[in-house]
């Protein structure tokens, strides 16, 4: 009887064994309104480990949805979600991506970043040219994942691209035309 990856995986990690599923139609559309690199890159890391059933929460984000999650437990009910106002994230240009894995049962993200899942996108995201904002000192962000090539955060280049030329200018400074 043949063993599928996803089910080795599962075993060593002493994880219940789950079938794997596609990234879903709205991951899909989260996917659509990013740069094409970025996207390509989330397909190819979902493709490494279908077991985790990778699952995208957020892409593009407006700069006043990043103001209002920025004001989330500092001025607004909530936690701290995020060290970056408006203009500080790379989800504002469409270079940032959140995923989850929904690894315990399909449909069911799983938020605990002590589980295997989450190590095991960490360690896969720099083969495929991403790095993981897991790995981030000062304020790890475990969903969040971003092109290799570009800065930790937007700089001020970037914001003033951005301003005057639009979100493919700043895709095109760092992925050509």
Do not use: C
Request: aromatic residues 10%.
């Amino acid at each position: 009887m043949a063993v599928s990856r996803g089910s080795l995986y599962r075993e060593w990690w002493g994880l219940p064994r789950i079938s794997s599923m596609p990234l879903s139609n709205i991951s899909l559309a989260r996917l659509a309104a990013v740069e094409p690199h970025l996207a390509e890159r989330i397909k190819q890391l979902d493709a490494l480990a279908p077991e985790l059933n990778i699952q995208v929460t957020q892409g593009l984000r407006t700069w006043n949805e990043q103001n209002d999650l920025y004001s989330q437990g500092r001025t607004t009910v909530g936690s701290i979600v995020t060290d970056a106002p408006a203009g500080y994230s790379w989800h504002n240009f469409g270079l940032g991506v959140d995923v989850v894995p929904e690894d315990v049962a399909v449909g069911q993200p799983d938020w605990n970043t002590s589980h295997p899942a989450w190590n095991r996108i960490v360690v896969l995201a720099p083969s495929v040219g991403l790095v993981s904002g897991a790995t981030w000192r000062s304020f790890p962000d475990w969903p969040h994942l971003q092109p290799s090539e570009i800065p930790v955060s937007p700089q001020d280049e970037d914001r003033q691209d951005f301003t005057d030329a639009g979100m493919q200018a700043v895709w095109t400074k760092y992925f050509g035309a």
